[in-house]
């Protein structure tokens, strides 16, 4: 499991190397520049603004200078805000996007969990066609079209959450829910899937036939193989919570890091677009090897290599 763990984590680097270099690169092959406006600088003015930062230096020197930079855990200044740098934004609006995140996964598992177990358990019933046909409306319907439904819906009708915001706990439900039932489907459909292809199983009719209770069976002997596809899921889940939030935090103006990416890739900010790049790809990494490791401590068979 040690050597496991180490491979992992060097192919993590690596690859955390790859993806450094190439949005670094292709930020600045982007038409446009982080003090370029529709006012007209001075050219001598912009030439002085570009020295401060150092972007007057040859490409590869500034790439040299921010590996430098990273090594010492520093992501630069913003070029957007002014005395201001880019760990001081992450660690301000990462909190409000784990937050939402944290919530959006908790309404992912718990209806996509209850949402499979119970048709699995009543197959071909009433209760699976429910469950599945809110799993297809969650997997047919993006986020960009349930978030203004729901505003619309709850919010400026029925008046009972706030249509944007992030200020008060009735502020998390909308958000969470909107981002959470897209991936809900999905996790109700392998769970469906898995506690299926365990029931059918001989060691489970062997359990039946000893007596063993119904709660017993599930939660005993089904529920650990059965939910091995949705621990494969976790991780590519979590990544998609993570990169959805983007949308979210735009419909309902949350002051998350989502926001802050899309506002700074339009501002050209290369700094904080560069700084969220490495967090996420990082926090993605970690959870994918997580999920790999709880895979294969849940199921024997899956080898390590």
């Keep these: 499991m040690l050597r496991f763990i180490w491979l992992r984590a060097l ?45 007057n230096q040859p ?17 630069g200044p913003s070029f957007k805000y002014s005395n201001r740098t880019v760990n001081e934004i992450l660690a301000e609006k990462l909190p409000v ?40 409306i969650g997997l047919s319907v993006p986020s960009f079209v349930i978030g203004p439904l729901c505003v619309l819906a709850f919010a400026i009708h029925a008046g009972w959450f706030n249509a944007s915001g992030w200020y008060f706990p009735g502020d998390r439900v909308l958000p969470s829910l909107v981002l959470g039932l897209a991936y809900a489907a999905p ?3 392998l769970t469906r899937g898995g506690m299926l292809e365990i029931l059918n199983q001989d060691y ?9 209770s119904e709660f017993r069976v599930v939660f005993r002997h089904t529920l650990r193989g059965g939910l091995l596809p949705v621990v494969s899921y976790l991780g ?5 919570i993570l990169t959805g939030s983007f949308v979210i935090e735009t419909i309902f103006q949350i002051p998350g890091l989502g ?8 501002d050209r900010d290369y700094t904080l677009v560069l700084g969220t790049v490495i967090l996420y790809a990082t926090v993605l990494m970690a959870l994918n090897l997580a999920a790999d490791i709880m895979q294969a401590w849940m199921n024997p068979k899956v080898g390590l290599e």
């Design 259 to 266: 926001r802050e990416f899309v506002t700074s890739a339009f």
């Design 236 to 240: 590519p889940a979590v990544a998609g």
């Design 204 to 212: 489970i009719r062997t359990a039946r036939a000893k007596g063993a």
């Design 59 to 75: 490409l590869h020197r500034q790439y040299f200078s921010y590996l430098g930079s990273l090594l010492r855990g520093d992501f």
């Design 187 to 189: 996790i109700s459909r």
């Design 11 to 55: 192919q993590s680097l690596l690859a955390l190397y790859i993806i450094i270099t190439a949005t670094f690169f292709l930020l600045r092959f982007v038409p446009g520049g982080p003090f370029t406006s529709e006012r007209a600088v001075p050219r001598e003015i912009l030439r002085n603004i570009e020295a401060h930062y150092g972007l």
């Design 97 to 136: 996007s784990i937050e939402l995140g944290l919530w959006s996964l908790a309404v992912a598992l718990s209806l996509g969990l209850t949402l499979g177990i119970v048709a699995a358990l009543r197959r071909n019933t009433w209760a699976d066609y429910l469950a599945s046909s809110i799993g297809a």
